[in-house]
Structure formats: C-alpha cells, structure tokens
C-alpha cells in the first residue's frame, strides 16, 4: 500500500479485513494526520505472540482520537496507546480482554473521554479507573466483574 497519496486521510475503516500474522500494513504509521480508525472483525490476532495485542505501528499515530477495536480476539490493549496523546475514545467491546490485559496508564491521559471495554473478560474493575478524571462515557457491561472497589464506587 502506498500512502505518499494519503497524506490527507482523516479516517480509515479497515474492519472486515485479515491482519491475522504479521500482515497489519506497516505503512499505516506513516499516516500520521489520521483521526480516527476502525478494525473491527480485522483479526489482529498475531500468530507469533502469545498475547494478542494491539498492534505497535498505531504508537505512531500521534494525531488519532477515535480507535475501535471491536470483535477481534484481542487479549490485551498493551502496547503504546499512551503514546497517543489526543486519543479520546477506546472502543475494544466484544473482544477476550482481562483485567491484566489493560495498561493502568490509560487511565492518565487527559483526553480520554470514552472507555468500552463491554463484552470481555474482564474479573474486576480496572485498576487506576478512579484516575480517568475525563471520562464521560465508561461501558464494562457483559464481562464477570464481581465487585467495585471503594475508590471507583466514591467518584460515582
């Protein structure tokens, strides 16, 4: 793929396409004006990691504020979405996420506005929740929490 003609892209709808392996096009770093970015049902699945993850080429992608992820098998949003400093909304619903599988700087990041983490695998609350301070919409529905811990019960 060659992105010299896409410097001007604002958004990608990559869903429905197969990145399973190592086939997530690495040109996508160098489209660093995107906004937004969809894959869903884009199997991100890396056939060499243990951990599904959240591809290392997004990282690059300073500019982005809207990333969804939804039904990918994904285990784990580790990677470098702190990196993204304008990110405001994570969408990674109907996924295989546990509590372990999230990074508890996300919840730093002063943007971040909107947290879907609906549909996982998810035991507890996330720890460090009580630190998304910006966050306006927070979806953990349809996962196996048991209990919410007093820091997150008293901002609500």
Partial sequence: MSTGVLPFVK???????????????VEVEQMTQMTWLKLNHA???????????VPD???RLTNLEHLQ?????????HGELSDLPRLRSVIVRHN??????????????????IIDFSHNSLR??????????CAIVL??????????????SILL
């Avoid at 996420?97 to 506005?113: A, E, N, W, Y």
């Avoid at 507890?124 to 301070?133: G, I, Q, S, T």
């Fill in 11 to 25: 958004g990608i709808d990559f869903s429905y396409n197969d990145f399973s392996g190592d086939r997530f096009p």
């Fill in 43 to 53: 199997c991100l699945e890396r056939m060499k990691e243990i951990v599904l993850q």
């Fill in 57 to 59: 080429e997004l990282s």
């Fill in 69 to 77: 992820m939804t039904c990918n098998t994904l285990s784990s949003v």
């Fill in 96 to 113: 295989q996420i546990k509590t372990s599988g999230i990074p508890t700087d996300i919840f730093r990041m002063k943007d971040l506005t």
């Fill in 124 to 133: 507890e609350v996330p720890p460090n929740l009580e630190y998304a301070k």
């Fill in 139 to 152: 979806n953990l529905s349809h996962n196996n929490i048991e209990s919410i811990p007093n820091a997150v």
